[in-house]
Protein backbone atom coordinates (compact mmCIF):
# COMPACT_ATOMS: atom_id res chain seq x y z
CA UNK A 1 0.00 0.00 0.00
CA UNK A 2 1.65 3.41 -1.20
CA UNK A 3 0.93 7.12 -0.23
CA UNK A 4 -1.83 7.50 -3.17
CA UNK A 5 -3.83 4.66 -0.31
CA UNK A 6 -4.89 7.84 1.54
CA UNK A 7 -6.40 10.14 -1.24
CA UNK A 8 -9.62 8.73 -1.32
CA UNK A 9 -9.86 10.39 1.97
CA UNK A 10 -10.01 13.50 0.23
CA UNK A 11 -13.27 13.16 -0.88
CA UNK A 12 -14.75 13.40 2.29
CA UNK A 13 -12.59 16.34 3.30
CA UNK A 14 -14.03 17.76 0.51
CA UNK A 15 -18.04 16.81 1.09
CA UNK A 16 -16.82 18.23 4.69
CA UNK A 17 -15.71 21.30 3.99
CA UNK A 18 -18.13 21.53 1.39
CA UNK A 19 -20.23 21.47 4.40
CA UNK A 20 -18.59 24.33 5.95
CA UNK A 21 -19.12 26.48 2.95
CA UNK A 22 -22.36 26.46 3.03
CA UNK A 23 -23.15 27.02 6.78
CA UNK A 24 -20.94 29.81 6.54
CA UNK A 25 -23.50 30.70 3.43
CA UNK A 26 -26.64 29.90 5.80
CA UNK A 27 -25.16 32.42 7.98
CA UNK A 28 -24.88 35.15 5.76
CA UNK A 29 -27.99 34.70 4.55
CA UNK A 30 -26.73 33.42 0.37
CA UNK A 31 -29.02 32.69 -2.33
CA UNK A 32 -28.88 28.69 -4.03
CA UNK A 33 -25.82 30.19 -6.62
CA UNK A 34 -24.29 31.90 -2.76
CA UNK A 35 -24.79 28.08 -1.23
CA UNK A 36 -23.18 26.43 -4.54
CA UNK A 37 -20.12 28.93 -4.86
CA UNK A 38 -19.00 29.31 -0.88
CA UNK A 39 -19.28 25.05 -0.82
CA UNK A 40 -17.22 24.64 -3.86
CA UNK A 41 -14.62 27.35 -3.29
CA UNK A 42 -14.02 25.75 0.17
CA UNK A 43 -14.60 22.09 -1.12
CA UNK A 44 -11.90 21.96 -3.56
CA UNK A 45 -9.51 25.32 -2.60
CA UNK A 46 -7.03 23.92 -0.53
CA UNK A 47 -6.56 20.97 -3.14
CA UNK A 48 -6.48 23.01 -5.97
CA UNK A 49 -3.25 25.76 -4.47
CA UNK A 50 -1.71 22.04 -3.78
CA UNK A 51 -1.58 20.61 -6.95
CA UNK A 52 -0.75 24.10 -8.52
CA UNK A 53 1.97 23.82 -6.25
CA UNK A 54 3.06 20.90 -7.37
CA UNK A 55 2.54 20.76 -10.87
CA UNK A 56 -0.45 18.71 -11.58
CA UNK A 57 -2.35 19.04 -14.60
CA UNK A 58 -5.44 18.80 -14.47
CA UNK A 59 -6.00 19.91 -11.03
CA UNK A 60 -7.76 17.18 -9.38
CA UNK A 61 -11.60 18.60 -10.17
CA UNK A 62 -10.91 19.55 -13.36
CA UNK A 63 -10.01 15.66 -14.75
CA UNK A 64 -12.49 14.10 -12.49
CA UNK A 65 -15.15 16.56 -11.85
CA UNK A 66 -17.38 14.25 -9.21
CA UNK A 67 -15.55 16.26 -6.50
CA UNK A 68 -17.51 19.37 -7.63
CA UNK A 69 -20.72 17.61 -8.05
CA UNK A 70 -20.55 16.23 -4.25
CA UNK A 71 -20.04 20.46 -3.00
CA UNK A 72 -22.92 21.44 -5.13
CA UNK A 73 -24.56 18.37 -3.86
CA UNK A 74 -23.93 19.40 -0.13
CA UNK A 75 -24.76 23.00 -0.69
CA UNK A 76 -28.49 22.23 -2.00
CA UNK A 77 -28.93 20.06 0.90
CA UNK A 78 -27.99 22.22 2.88
CA UNK A 79 -30.23 25.45 1.57
CA UNK A 80 -32.99 23.00 1.23
CA UNK A 81 -32.93 22.13 4.79
CA UNK A 82 -33.71 25.92 5.36
CA UNK A 83 -32.90 28.22 8.15
CA UNK A 84 -35.01 26.35 11.52
CA UNK A 85 -33.40 23.44 10.10
CA UNK A 86 -30.12 24.74 9.64
CA UNK A 87 -30.14 26.74 13.18
CA UNK A 88 -31.13 23.33 15.08
CA UNK A 89 -28.48 21.40 13.04
CA UNK A 90 -26.20 23.98 14.18
CA UNK A 91 -27.41 24.10 17.84
CA UNK A 92 -28.71 27.58 17.96
CA UNK A 93 -27.07 31.16 18.05
CA UNK A 94 -23.87 29.50 19.77
CA UNK A 95 -23.17 26.48 17.56
CA UNK A 96 -20.56 25.07 16.74
CA UNK A 97 -21.19 22.77 14.07
CA UNK A 98 -19.15 24.79 11.49
CA UNK A 99 -16.15 24.86 13.62
CA UNK A 100 -16.20 20.91 14.42
CA UNK A 101 -16.34 20.43 10.80
CA UNK A 102 -13.62 22.24 9.55
CA UNK A 103 -11.51 20.61 12.17
CA UNK A 104 -12.47 17.62 10.91
CA UNK A 105 -12.00 18.63 7.37
CA UNK A 106 -8.88 20.00 8.47
CA UNK A 107 -7.61 16.70 9.77
CA UNK A 108 -8.79 14.85 6.52
CA UNK A 109 -6.84 17.40 3.93
CA UNK A 110 -3.80 17.47 5.92
CA UNK A 111 -3.15 13.80 6.01
CA UNK A 112 -4.66 13.33 1.91
CA UNK A 113 -2.33 16.39 1.21
CA UNK A 114 0.76 14.87 2.67
CA UNK A 115 -0.18 11.48 0.37
CA UNK A 116 -0.06 13.66 -2.84
CA UNK A 117 2.73 15.03 -2.18
CA UNK A 118 4.97 12.09 -1.04
CA UNK A 119 2.85 10.70 -4.20
CA UNK A 120 4.47 13.17 -6.46
CA UNK A 121 7.66 12.57 -4.66
CA UNK A 122 8.65 16.02 -2.92
CA UNK A 123 11.12 16.18 -0.10
CA UNK A 124 9.65 15.51 3.08
CA UNK A 125 9.26 18.61 4.46
CA UNK A 126 7.83 20.02 1.39
CA UNK A 127 4.90 17.47 1.81
CA UNK A 128 4.07 18.80 5.37
CA UNK A 129 3.89 22.34 3.87
CA UNK A 130 1.97 21.31 0.79
CA UNK A 131 -0.26 18.91 3.34
CA UNK A 132 -1.07 22.45 5.55
CA UNK A 133 -1.79 24.48 2.59
CA UNK A 134 -4.24 21.72 1.16
CA UNK A 135 -5.83 21.67 5.20
CA UNK A 136 -6.64 25.06 5.53
CA UNK A 137 -6.62 27.10 2.05
CA UNK A 138 -10.07 25.93 1.31
CA UNK A 139 -10.84 27.79 4.52
CA UNK A 140 -8.90 31.07 4.12
CA UNK A 141 -10.82 31.02 1.00
CA UNK A 142 -14.48 30.63 2.44
CA UNK A 143 -13.56 33.31 5.35
CA UNK A 144 -12.48 35.71 2.50
CA UNK A 145 -15.43 35.08 0.29
CA UNK A 146 -17.98 35.09 3.23
CA UNK A 147 -16.31 38.59 4.79
CA UNK A 148 -15.17 37.15 8.03
CA UNK A 149 -11.39 36.94 9.56
CA UNK A 150 -9.91 33.92 8.51
CA UNK A 151 -9.57 31.00 11.52
CA UNK A 152 -5.76 31.46 10.68
CA UNK A 153 -5.77 34.42 11.80
CA UNK A 154 -7.14 34.16 14.75
CA UNK A 155 -5.43 33.47 17.79
CA UNK A 156 -6.23 29.88 17.63
CA UNK A 157 -4.40 26.36 17.54
CA UNK A 158 -5.22 25.89 13.53
CA UNK A 159 -2.14 25.61 11.00
CA UNK A 160 -0.20 24.29 13.73
CA UNK A 161 -2.82 21.20 14.14
CA UNK A 162 -2.76 20.61 10.23
CA UNK A 163 1.15 20.80 10.27
CA UNK A 164 1.32 18.35 13.12
CA UNK A 165 -1.01 15.79 11.73
CA UNK A 166 1.24 16.35 8.17
CA UNK A 167 4.29 15.73 9.99
CA UNK A 168 3.43 12.92 12.33
CA UNK A 169 2.28 11.41 8.77
CA UNK A 170 5.86 11.97 6.87
CA UNK A 171 7.45 10.95 10.10
CA UNK A 172 5.91 7.61 10.18
CA UNK A 173 5.62 6.74 6.62
CA UNK A 174 9.71 7.31 6.90
CA UNK A 175 9.89 4.97 9.59
CA UNK A 176 8.09 2.36 7.17
CA UNK A 177 4.88 2.13 8.93
CA UNK A 178 1.66 1.13 6.42
CA UNK A 179 0.67 4.65 4.51
CA UNK A 180 -3.07 4.07 6.10
CA UNK A 181 -1.61 3.68 9.79
CA UNK A 182 0.90 6.44 9.57
CA UNK A 183 -2.64 8.71 8.33
CA UNK A 184 -4.35 7.15 10.48
CA UNK A 185 -2.13 8.57 13.51
CA UNK A 186 -1.83 11.86 11.59
CA UNK A 187 -5.39 12.44 11.78
CA UNK A 188 -5.53 11.46 15.30
CA UNK A 189 -2.92 14.05 16.21
CA UNK A 190 -4.32 17.04 13.64
CA UNK A 191 -7.69 16.37 14.92
CA UNK A 192 -7.30 16.15 18.41
CA UNK A 193 -4.69 19.32 18.53
CA UNK A 194 -7.80 20.80 16.57
CA UNK A 195 -10.43 19.66 19.30
CA UNK A 196 -8.69 20.29 22.35
CA UNK A 197 -8.27 23.97 21.22
CA UNK A 198 -12.08 24.83 20.30
CA UNK A 199 -12.99 23.05 24.08
CA UNK A 200 -10.25 24.38 25.68
CA UNK A 201 -9.74 28.19 24.06
CA UNK A 202 -5.87 27.01 23.38
CA UNK A 203 -3.55 29.03 21.66
CA UNK A 204 -0.20 30.27 20.87
CA UNK A 205 1.91 32.98 21.98
CA UNK A 206 1.38 36.07 20.40
CA UNK A 207 3.67 39.25 19.16
CA UNK A 208 2.65 42.08 21.15
CA UNK A 209 1.24 44.79 18.22
CA UNK A 210 2.72 48.12 17.76
CA UNK A 211 0.33 50.94 17.04
Do not use: H, N
Not at 40 to 68: A, C, H, K, M, Q
Request: glycine share 14%.
Amino acid sequence: MDSLSLIPFETVGVAVFALTGALMAARKGMDPFGFALLATLTGVGGGTVRDLLIGVRPVFWVGDPSDVLVCLVVAELVFALGPKRVAAMEGGRRGRLLLWADALGLALFAISGTAKALAAGVPALSAIALGTITATFGGIIRDIFAGTTPLVLRQEIYVTAAALGAGVTVALQGLGLDPFVSGAAGFTAAFGLRALAILRGWSLPTFPPRE
